[in-house]
């Protein structure tokens, strides 16, 4: 059960399909001890409109396991507004990514890589002749792997290899984790 204070004051970068997502709104301007209402219309290739709670002068968002099993996996754009009678005012926009509920996902009938990860383990594969259909269909730039020579290919390689890296620092740092990364400085005389 949630307390009021691991309540997030922010709306959500991520769901997870199936899943109850709370969040409260503070809005000085439009305080709901003053009749104005908070609504979110999010849309992508899911709709959803969910009308805030009021919650003292703050606004309660809940997005119920029902609600969120109902939406479709991939990114979604949300904007909330504040109204009151005829007034209408916008107070917000953002994006927010719907993830499946692994739990219901039978084995092999999911592929949690990134499209970087992808390509890189693509690339892998053809370069050591070891690809599947699959990794050979894959697109980069809008051309199969399978259509790039040998050489072009251990160039895309180390590109998609720093990519990669990028990747694995910014989920480490995500996750409050160190990068593996050096950082290197240099001190100059003024």
Do not use: C
């Amino acid at each position: 059960m949630h307390t009021a204070t691991d309540i997030p004051n922010i709306e959500p970068t991520e769901i997870i399909k199936g899943s109850t997502v709370k969040w409260n709104k503070s809005l000085s301007h439009y305080s709901a001890t003053d009749g104005w209402t908070l609504t979110y219309a999010i849309r992508g290739v899911s709709v959803l409109d969910i009308t805030a709670i009021a919650n003292g002068a703050d606004h309660s968002i809940v997005l119920s396991a029902t609600q969120t099993a109902a939406l479709y996996e991939g990114d979604h754009w949300w904007q909330s507004y504040a109204t009151k009678g005829a007034e209408r005012f916008d107070v917000g926009s953002g994006q927010i990514n719907v993830k499946n509920d692994l739990a219901f996902i039978q084995a092999g009938q999911y592929d949690g890589r990134s499209h970087v990860k992808k390509v890189l383990d693509a690339i892998e594969a053809t370069l050591e002749g070891r690809a599947s259909t699959a990794d050979l269909k894959v697109q980069i730039n809008g051309r199969s792997v399978e259509h790039w020579t040998p050489e072009q290919l251990v160039f895309l390689h180390d590109k998609y290899r720093g990519h990669y890296a990028q990747e694995i620092n910014a989920n480490r740092i995500s996750n409050g984790m160190r990068t593996k990364s050096k950082v290197y400085t240099r001190f100059t005389s003024v």
